[in-house]
């Protein structure tokens, strides 16, 4: 997959951090900050899609923070909950939560990027992480599992490679089997995946992360997959 970005080099004291954005921004795409009650993550196909490209480009750049801005995204008729945005960051890249609001008001004069992503390599480092987690779901190591933090208004999940990939696998399910659910039809939002078993365990309520597909308004331009699209009717001087 190709994805179209933007690069910033902004810095907070005497450390540079090198932050991509990707271009356009999703505007149909919506977070829920899962920190305070039950987080939910939902977009149309293309918000999805890109966003589990993200990950991906996310589990091999290790020394690269990506930013989703998703608090500006279209509202949409979500579960009580306060919007966030999204920062993916390695865990040894060491990048505190609140070193944030220095970093974002650096993100200006950003450059056009395009970055590559591999979705067999994606796929094969998923598959380690769900293998090594049915065996020891209970006692991975930290860098088995993603950590979040809320600071800002925005959602930091610190991860590894194989933890990231898992993630982007996730999303890539939901944007593909959204579109096919029963509700989606009709506009409503469709609980299709969950990051909630790559977040650390907790002893009483923990957090939880889901992932709905929801087509944006008006529904005119949503077609289901293998359902052909609707016919324009024919003018007066159509034959």
Do not use: N
Not at 86 to 91: A, D
Not at 166 to 172: F, K, L
Request: glycine residues 8%.
């Amino acid at each position: 997959m190709r994805l179209r970005a933007e690069e910033f080099r902004p810095r907070a004291g005497r450390y540079a951090f090198r932050v991509v954005q990707p271009r356009p921004a999703l505007r149909h795409t919506t977070l829920v900050d899962p920190m305070r009650d039950w987080g939910y993550l939902v977009g149309d196909h293309d918000g999805l899609a890109r966003l589990a490209g993200l990950f991906s480009f996310a589990a091999y750049s290790p020394h690269t923070v990506v930013h989703v801005p998703l608090r500006q995204s279209i509202p949409r008729d979500l579960p009580q909950g306060v919007p966030v945005d999204l920062v993916l960051v390695h865990q040894t890249l060491g990048l505190r939560p609140s070193t944030w609001p220095a970093l974002r008001r650096g993100l200006t004069h950003g450059v056009p990027r395009t970055v590559r992503t591999d979705e067999r390599r994606t796929a094969r480092h998923a598959a380690d992480w769900e293998d090594l987690w049915e065996r020891r779901w209970d006692r991975l190591p930290r860098t088995g599992r993603v950590q979040p933090a809320v600071h800002a208004r925005t959602l930091f999940l610190s991860g590894a490679r194989d933890t990231f990939a898992a993630a982007s696998v996730r999303v890539g399910r939901a944007a593909g089997s959204g579109p096919l659910a029963k509700g989606a039809v009709k506009g409503y939002d469709v609980l299709c995946a969950s990051l909630t078993a790559l977040l650390p365990l907790s002893r009483g309520r923990g957090t939880e992360l889901d992932i709905g597909f929801q087509a944006y308004p008006p529904l005119a331009h949503f077609t289901p997959p293998g359902r052909s699209a609707r016919r324009r009717r024919p003018t007066a001087a159509s034959p």
